[in-house]
């Protein structure tokens, strides 16, 4: 007790309060850019921090990292340009929200989602750091596949209408993350002697194209057919009604609870990320849709579905950080530079050495969490005020958007042709009927699979009986099953594909 | 519906659904039998070999397009029309994207950025040099601002 409140006077100083606002600011600023990743933020903040108090300097970074995550959806709703990889799934809802005149509906319950997500996720991790964390040490090359299959399962749920065409789509994504160095070998594979692709086709480059400028081209396409020289066209319907009610908030409470657990869950285990928290989050919510709701068309549970998992994913990254030493995503890796950078070494003895400065990393990101609220709200108000803007104008600022942040990414214009070449594919699919969550689903799990496939294949020595000794695997397997015969049922019976 | 709208109906469709599997069919026996070999290297691994993913990948995306298009003859096809109309401005935002990269790469961030927000203004329709000028500002001082931050 006295190590917490002594932890506690260590973040409620001034300097550590200032530290965690100007975070929130820079975070947001990053989360709502396209093209400013949030591990790119945190890399050139890290040396900032050298002249802070460790505490003021944790939370600083800890500031950008979380308001990164809840600023990513506002450019995913109002946009459709998610300013993260991990908003990219907060499209699918928020932008059709947006369109019908619900903007600041969706970007009040994307705000409390993130807020919710974020505060139960920090509670969870100061209360169950230790036994979550051995929990992670579990998780080998065989249980890391078997989530991946169980994932990928997930590309039928989403394939829409035409399951047989979502499939293409999604196995289309998987082929083509394949591109880029083969990573047992090293050796290029599908680049076309072009070095820029050694590391595969940018995330960046395929969400940004495929989701906001594949958009902007269909509004330019709609936009140039309803020309009307006496109105000025919007995207949006007007916004009659601005208020979050309770029925409201009663109707998505389940969701942002069920997708909190689940964004908790990726980040608890060790190389998910956010990105595939939110995804998947999306795709379970989906399937547990009631009567009324309208995922895809623009619903509430779709925005808190993505937001509240996206959010929860870097508070439980901690946990393995904190107990064992071991990052749980991107971000806590670099946090574990900046820990060192104040000569705290992450790990076990963490809580026995510096008791003092990790409760107060813990109040501070409790803090954090309530000047996200805070800053979140106030800046929606403006925000929302993007939905009066007239088409013909959004457009060459999104695209001027699209096109600074991919080469800000990575410093190419092969890139940002990447990203046009991305975007031109994903308007000739959707035209065709094929999904683009589907492909974006395949393309950001392939990797992820592909690499811990083969770990999984070199550490059973090929045998497949050996994956009855993890039971953690098992469990998933059996998941991926069940999970594949609920999604084709309804399918089948309809005879539709 | 008299059977000779229905018939002209069919028609287009099987016409589109054939296409269609020519086009994703052939470009997975393409993946399989050209692009995958010639743009992998062999090399002893100890997990998976580098082709056998997208020779998977290839094979089912042929296999479930050969589906898809004997399903669309025995049960019906379910793909929608698609219209051309309005494509020209697609185009030319596509052009002025393309010119807007160049100038970034030749002139630099901010003035090839604000050639680009021009380019795609003219693009969809905006012609009053007023409107063209405050988009030019705008642009201009949203590029400063990214420069200037250091990001």
Known sequence: MEMLLLGASDALTLTALVAVFGGILLGYGVGVLPGLSRPAALAVAVPITYAMTPIAAIAFLVGVTKASAAGGATGAILLNTPGEPSSAATTFDGYPLARKGQATRALKVALFASVFGDMVSTLVLICMAAPLAHFALQMGPVEMTSVMIFALTFIAALSGDSMIRGLIAGILGLLLSTIGLDPETATPRFTFGQIELFDGIPLTAATVGMLALTEMLKQAQLYSVNRNGKTELTSFADETNKTLSWPDVRRVAPTAVRSTGIGIAAGIIPGLGPTIGAFL???????FAGKGDEYRKGDLKGVVATEAADNAVLPASLIPLFAI???????????VSAFMLHGVQPGPLIFEQHPRLIYGIYISMLVASLFMLVVGRVGLTF????????????????VLFCTVGTYLERDTVFSVFLMLGMGVFGLVMQRYGYSVITFLIGFVIGPYFELSLRQALIVTNHDLTKVLDHPIAMGFLVLTVGATLVFLAPLLMRRKV | MDARSSDGRSRKHFSRDLVEFLIVGGASLLAIFYIIPAQTVSAPTFGLSATMLPMVCAAAIGLLAAVKFVLSILVGSDSAPVGVAGLGTVVAIFASTVIGIVAIDHIGLIAGGTLLVVLTSLAVGMRHPAELVKMAVGGAGLLFLIDWSGL
């Open chain 1, 383 to 398: 925000f929302a005020l993007i939905t009066k803007v007239p088409v013909r104008v959004i457009i060459p600022f999104v």
């Open chain 1, 325 to 335: 030493g071991l990052p749980g995503s991107v971000s806590a890796a670099i946090l």
């Open chain 1, 281 to 287: 989050s999306y795709a379970i919510s989906e399937r």
